[in-house]
């Protein structure tokens, strides 16, 4: 069975216990509401334990996760019976092979009248024993469990290869379907729920084969973690991350050698160029399950702020209310990476030039939402402490409000650090000596280049 299927089938009958619980609450276990739902993961779990002997789902942090790979596209049941278990306090659920219909039912009745809180998964499995229950265990959360980095690495790894493969069929001729792209954007938009600096890391690390698709998924998780600051309901949220995604994808019309070139484009090159938005906004309008929302912000990325961008708008012509997000996002993603016509900039240079684009090509409102997010110190900006140590800010203070994690790179002679090490400015613990760390002004990072590169792998390996 594909991942893909298998996540599916998980989510389905997951859903199917959730509203067989549901029912519960209203009508008793021999009811067709309560009972066909269960006869339906009793089947699902058959098509599942085909070529499996058990099927382990785990709760961390409100999260339902399988095989290390988190499910993100919970809707109310699914939430209610993962609620359900993490009140009970099960970490870790396994099907067995060997479950029968009544053990299912059984552990349905339980889930419903069990009313004892933060339970150990002995205590849980002694009284799932007494309700009858057989063939499911319940065990504590191991240490190996992937972590965070690596789930954010996985969606990462995941989201370009959706736009590659939307790329290529549109350079094939075929119209791709839009629901690989929407699903990947749900999950990055959890995982940034769920930790943000681990997901907005990724987009900081610029070593790519292929520019455009690794461009294309930064500016889904920039727009999205802008999305999620300026806190636009869920369905629009996601259509400016579907957006993000594939914002550039009418470049699949213009010649390869041309999006790749090196050098800085002649005036007939950049009028072809200019005409990938447009290409971008019939190609979405044709793809299925794509909102017409995503096709118009798709449409309207380059026409800046002032109307002054391309395709050139009509006098009075308005654009769609959330347009303004994602040319933030690509702007940022831009002057960040090394082009080979461009040196890189550090976040902190970045978003001071945005600041200047203000008002002109950007929208000042966007600019200063997106300078908020990533603080004084954005995650990447090399920094000096007042130990005269340098470091990197890899992380943001919980609230916004507190002082950022700094990965402290040089010692105060200017040495690299054979281990560099991560301590966090808010915490008081967090002092070299009995001096507490702060950061006193960020640093030129083209000094330090190679060791600051080095720096951000280690955040993703470490802490
Ligand atoms: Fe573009
Ligand atoms: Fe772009």
Redesign the pocket.
Known sequence: MERRDQELLITSLIRALGTSLKNRALYPLAHPLVRSPIEKVYKDLRVFFADRSELALVVTDGTLVFEGFPIFNLTSPLESFVDRLTRIGAPAVIFEKDLTLEDLENFVRFLHITKEQGLSPGEIQKLLADAGVGHIRVKPIEDTDKDDKDIANEIYGNAVTVVSSVMRDVRLGRIPSGTESERVTRDISGMLKRNRDAMLALTLIKNYDEYTYN?SVN?AIISLALADVLHLPGQDKINVGVAGLL??VGKTQLALDLIRKPSTLTVEEFEEIKKHPQEGFVLLGKMSHIRPDSAYMVLEHHMRFDLSGYPPPEPGYRVHAHSNIIPVA?CYD?LTTMRSYQKARYPNQSLEIMTKLSGKSLDPYIVAAFAKTMGIYPVGTMVRLNTLEIGMVVGQGETGEEPPKVMVLFDRDGNPLARPEQVDLGDPEGTAGDRRRAIVGTVNPNLYTEVAAGALYLTMETA
């Open positions: 461009h500016v914002h550039d690509d831009a």
